[in-house]
């Protein structure tokens, strides 16, 4: 007898196993509905913010089994899961471009609803500052472990699960600091700037954001990269002087002082945590 496919076979709701499996009508029963909204960009606003959430919800997912993997050994593992979280973290950047054509005053009829909602209360991005901050320490156990010197990491090329995995690592920082810098912009975009959130917050905390790291330490050796190498003495052009003004002479950062030669930088002390 032939397979009758029409005909589900899971268990749940809905008249065929696409919509028992993915639960799409409680996933699209999940927004308002247009009677009940005070502007039509209700929709926009709910979908951007609610796809956000599940793209973090797997990426958190993917970086607590990354640090279980740096906790076992296992660095290729963790670095190839690292890479679907930072994946599933750009998606939330590149989502953003959908809030461009939300107009400013729009938004401000959509805000009389949101009460004192705010992303500073999005439980996905709370959870990626959590599962990251278990990732560093996991990282410095690792290095700590081995006697790692990550700047010999580097110079000795790439072909190391150690190498991959540093820069796995970096992907996920920096994807996450893109992703505030975007939400930076675009929230200068739809209310402007020295005004306040339906937090409270005035917009500018959400740039101070920007600049922070996870992991330190793996963004200072590059500086000591470069300071250690073939062009670390160079002086800056006479006309960029005035920038630099006030500004400490660069020192490599995992060292004990200036650049020096190639190949006789300070290697870090072992298992050194980062700053």
């Given amino acids: 007898m032939a397979k009758d496919y029409s005909v589900p076979v899971l268990d749940g709701e809905g008249d065929n196993d696409y919509t028992r499996y993915m639960r799409t009508d409680t996933l699209l ?3 308002r509905r247009p009677e009940d909204m005070v502007h039509r960009d209700e929709m926009l606003f709910q979908v951007v913010h609610q796809s956000t959430e599940l793209w973090l919800k797997l990426a958190c997912y993917e970086v607590e089994e990354a640090t279980r993997q740096i906790d076992a050994g296992q660095l290729d593992t963790a670095a190839r899961l690292l890479g679907r979280a930072s994946l599933s973290a750009r998606m939330t950047a590149d989502q953003l471009e959908m809030m ?5 005053w729009d938004f401000q009829i959509i805000r009389t609803i949101l009460g004192h909602g705010s992303g500073f209360e999005s439980p996905g991005w709370k ?6 901050l278990d ?4 990282f410095r156990r690792l290095t700590e472990a081995r006697g790692t010197d990550l700047v010999e990491v580097y110079r000795s090329g790439q072909d190391t699960p150690e190498y991959r995995l540093c820069e796995a690592l970096i992907d996920w920082d920096e994807r996450i600091s893109l992703w505030r810098t975007q939400h930076y912009k675009m929230a200068t975009r739809v209310i402007g700037h020295s005004v306040v959130g339906t937090k409270g917050a005035p917009v500018e905390f959400l740039a101070k ?8 330490q793996l963004w200072e050796l590059r500086t000591e990269l470069t300071l250690s190498g073939p062009m670390g003495g160079d002086e800056p ?9 006030g500004v400490a002479k660069p020192v490599c950062p995992m060292g004990a002082g200036p650049a020096t030669a190639p190949g006789t930088a300070t290697a870090p002390p072992a298992g050194a ?3």
């Fill in 209 to 216: 954001l920007i600049g922070h790291k996870f992991f330190p």
């Fill in 237 to 245: 052009a006479p006309e960029y002087a005035e920038y630099l003004e």
């Fill in 100 to 104: 461009r054509q939300l107009a400013p």
């Fill in 127 to 132: 959870a990626a500052r959590l599962v990251s």
């Fill in 29 to 31: 029963s999940l927004q």
């Fill in 135 to 138: 990732l560093e320490k996991a």
């Fill in 273 to 275: 945590s980062p700053a």
